[in-house]
Each structure stands twice: as structure tokens, then as C-alpha cells.
């Protein structure tokens, strides 16, 4: 039998799925030991292996094939934009990707002004603020600590993800708009979808099972 490869992002995201697989009777030996520096790990006899990647490089590795499936927040789903099938909405990993800034910084989105807009997400704000608000804003790409940037004079506002708001409330900053709503979501290769459509769907009609017994 062909194995089927897993992709899981790094962190508490693969911890959460790793345990909905688990009680679908779904676990590789290792995988859940929090001090392993291992990559991959595998169960031979059910024929699927995980591996944990960075979140971006999720989609990268199921849309080249080398992940069947793929488990990766919806965030990552929109700016990567792959050629993926996103199949199930986890419901975890639940958070919301919003225009954030002092709230000074109101006047600005609504006035058409050139603004700069700070982000890890290019391709989600850049299809916000044209798209839907049509503004042309200048995008600033950063890697973290997104909230830094207002504070210090690099943007007028932020495009980047609320879960507690707790990282804005404690710079003083507030969400101004909300882009669209975030959660964990399956992703398949579309070619595995064909070849591999039995396994893979009776993987999926189980999580969506596990997850609706832990909501009820
Ligand atoms: C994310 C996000 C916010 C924060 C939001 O950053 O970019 O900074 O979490 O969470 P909160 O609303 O619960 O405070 P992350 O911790 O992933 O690190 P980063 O700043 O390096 O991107």
C-alpha cells in the first residue's frame, strides 16, 4: 500500500491535529513526545507518515505533491495561494486577520490617502485594501512583531491576525477592520484526490466524525 503523507504545521497546530488523529485511531509512534527534534515519523502498518513544516511551506510541499494532505490555518491558504482543494474546516486554530492600528489611524481607511500598510500577509492585504475597499495603499512586508510597526512611525496600520488581542491592547493599538474570519483547514494535493480518493476521504468523513463528537 502507498503511503499517504501528512503535512502539519510546526507548533500548536500540529499538536491539536496530531490528537484528532489520534482518536480516530490515526498516531505515529514519537510524534506527540514535545522534546523530539524529529521531522517525519510514521506508522508503517496504517501506511501515513507526518511530517511538521513551517506553516507557508505547507502548501508548498502538498500543491508539488509531496504531501498528500496538508493541515495548515486558512491565513496561510490565502497568501500562499496554491492549487489545492481545501477539503474540511477544522475549527481550531480559530482567529481572525484584521486592520489594526491607533485609533487615530480610523481616518486614514476610509480618506482614498496613500497609506503604508505593514504586514506578513502581502497578497491579503494588497487584495483587501484594492480589491474590496479600493484604496491604494503602499505594502511593507515584515516577518513578526507586526504591532511594532505603527508604534514606531514604519506604517499608518497593520494587516495581521487577532486571536486574544491581547498584543494590541498591550501597545495600544485596536482592530480598526476585519479582513475575514481564520481557522485550520485540510488541504489535499489534487492529484491525490484522484488516485488516492478512497483512503483520503474515508481520512476526512472520520476527522469531520471525531470533531462533531467533540462539539456535542
Ligand atoms: C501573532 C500575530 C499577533 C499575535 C496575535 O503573532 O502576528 O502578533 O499573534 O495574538 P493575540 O491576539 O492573542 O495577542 P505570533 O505570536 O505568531 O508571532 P509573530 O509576531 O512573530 O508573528
Redesign the pocket.
Known amino acids: 500500500m502507498r503511503t499517504i503523507t501528512i503535512a502539519l504545521t510546526k507548533g500548536r497546530l500540529a499538536k491539536k491535529t496530531l490528537q484528532l488523529f489520534d482518536q480516530i485511531g490515526i498516531r505515529a509512534e514519537g510524534s506527540t513526545d514535545d522534546s523530539t527534534r524529529k521531522l517525519i515519523f510514521e506508522n508503517e502498518d496504517l501506511a501515513v507518515r507526518f511530517f511538521m513544516a513551517k506553516g507557508p511551506d505547507v502548501p508548498t510541499y502538498v500543491a508539488y505533491g509531496a504531501a498528500d494532505m496538508g493541515i495548515v490555518g486558512r491565513d496561510t491558504i490565502l497568501e500562499e495561494n496554491r492549487h489545492l482543494y481545501e477539503v474540511l474546516d477544522l475549527g481550531y486554530g480559530k ?1 481572525r486577520m484584521c486592520i489594526c492600528g491607533p485609533e487615530s489611524a480610523r481616518k486614514y481607511l476610509d480618506s482614498g490617502e496613500q497609506i503604508r500598510v505593514a504586514t ?1 500577509y502581502p497578497r491579503i492585504a494588497k487584495d483587501y485594501f484594492l480589491n474590496r475597499k479600493h484604496q491604494t495603499v503602499e505594502i511593507v512586508k515584515l ?5 511594532l510597526a505603527p508604534i514606531v512611525g514604519l506604517s499608518e496600520v497593520i494587516c ?11 501597545n495600544g493599538l485596536q482592530v480598526l477592520e476585519e479582513v475575514c474570519p481564520i481557522s485550520a483547514r485540510v488541504v489535499v494535493n489534487q492529484v491525490s484526490m484522484k488516485m488516492e480518493n478512497e483512503r483520503i476521504s474515508e481520512i476526512i468523513r472520520q476527522l469531520k466524525e471525531a470533531l462533531e463528537n467533540e462539539n456535542n
Not at 495581521?160 to 491592547?169: A, F, H, P
Open positions: 482567529c506578513k516577518n513578526g512583531s507586526i504591532e495581521d491576525i487577532v486571536e486574544t488581542g491581547s498584543t494590541l491592547r498591550e
